[in-house]
């Protein structure tokens, strides 16, 4: 085998992986830091989650996104900061992409009951693919299929990385007492990707739209939600509504996928002192539905619930209990 195969074999996926789109996640507010870093330290109190998503399973190769964050809020100072840690995989583990991520945010009041807060995001990630498993035609004897080993190492054992490569984002968050609404920027110098350092191949910049509310309704609690993403020639977009009575909350959404509908998606979610745990299944609906059946997200929070005067920001006790 020679190293041409494996060069020309880049040429091909390269530009395909460099157009690939950040990962995404049905339940938004179990990192929300993901979505807008303003959201950095607006519960006040020491937050941590864990999130794994395991994007469509049926499918060999299939994508597996874990997030790691935490934040907490000094309300003396208006400022809340936040850390994250992602790990993303696809391809039987063999493109992977690591990310450190620190999040600050800074909150002004506009009036009675009105808040804005400003966010930013500097980061770091790292990517790497491993082609050491590839198998190609001069080692398979046709007649018997036997595969031998190959005859020339591949340069650095077939594993390629992007190397540490600075990223950075931006957001704003209005609030009151009962809806928030916000927009983020990611990827804003739309950093390389790119192993061979080829200048086309960068993460293109991702903006990001959302809001929400509450709404009391007897023993229920109700928060319809949007958020809009859009990246490179990728818009996608995720109207939900979950619903909380006592220590549950229960929820579904659609996501269409510019042009086509992507899935609908059902949560479930139980909150017990310190403790939310929450499932989510997306069922495909589109065409793809027959090899890509559904997805599975599992998150868990842990919050500490130290008593704030929350009078002025209800708000904030809406977050805390939000999914």
């Known amino acids: 085998m020679k190293y041409s195969k494996i060069i020309l074999l880049l040429s091909f996926l390269v530009p395909l992986i460099a157009k690939a789109q950040d990962p995404e996640f049905t339940q938004t507010m179990a990192s929300p830091m993901y979505f807008n870093p303003a959201f950095a330290g607006i519960q006040q109190n020491f937050r941590t989650s864990g999130q794994s998503r395991i994007q469509w399973p049926g499918v060999s190769g299939a994508f597996n996104t874990n997030t790691i964050t935490a934040d907490i809020g000094f309300t003396k100072i208006n400022s809340g900061v936040g850390l994250a840690y992602e790990h993303d995989q696809a391809g039987d583990e063999k493109w992977t992409t690591d990310a450190i991520s620190v999040f600050y945010a800074y909150e002004i009041k506009l009036g009675l009951g009105s808040y804005l807060r400003f966010g930013i995001n500097p980061s770091f990630f790292k990517r790497t693919i491993d082609f050491s498993g590839l198998r190609f035609g001069d ?117 269409q996928t510019d042009p086509n509908a992507d899935a609908l998606n059902f949560l479930v979610g139980f909150a017990k002192g310190k403790f939310k745990v929450c499932y989510s299944y997306d069922i495909t609906v589109s065409d793809a539905r027959a090899a890509a059946q559904g997805s599975h997200e599992l998150s868990l929070v842990f919050q500490l619930n130290k008593p704030h005067d929350t009078t002025e920001k209800p708000m904030i006790g809406f977050l805390r209990g939000a999914f």
């Not at 080993?149 to 340069?155: G, H, I, S």
């Not at 928030?180 to 200048?199: C, E, K, L, R, T």
Request: glycine share 14%; proline share 6%; charged share 10%.
């Open 139 to 255: 080692q398979i004897d046709p007649k018997t299929g036997f595969v031998y080993p190959t005859q020339e190492k591949l340069p650095g054992n077939g594993v390629y990385s992007s190397g540490l490569t600075p990223n950075f984002g931006s957001g704003a968050l209005y609030y009151n007492s009962h809806i928030y609404a916000g927009v983020a920027v990611y990827n804003i110098f739309q950093p390389s990707q790119s192993f061979f350092g080829n200048p086309n191949s960068v993460l293109y910049r991702r903006y990001d739209l959302q809001g929400g509310g509450f709404i009391g309704l007897g023993k229920w609690n109700l928060n319809p939600n949007l958020l809009v993403m859009h990246q490179g020639n990728f818009t996608q977009a995720l109207l939900g509504l979950n619903a909380t009575i006592g220590m549950f909350t229960f929820g579904t959404s659609f996501r």
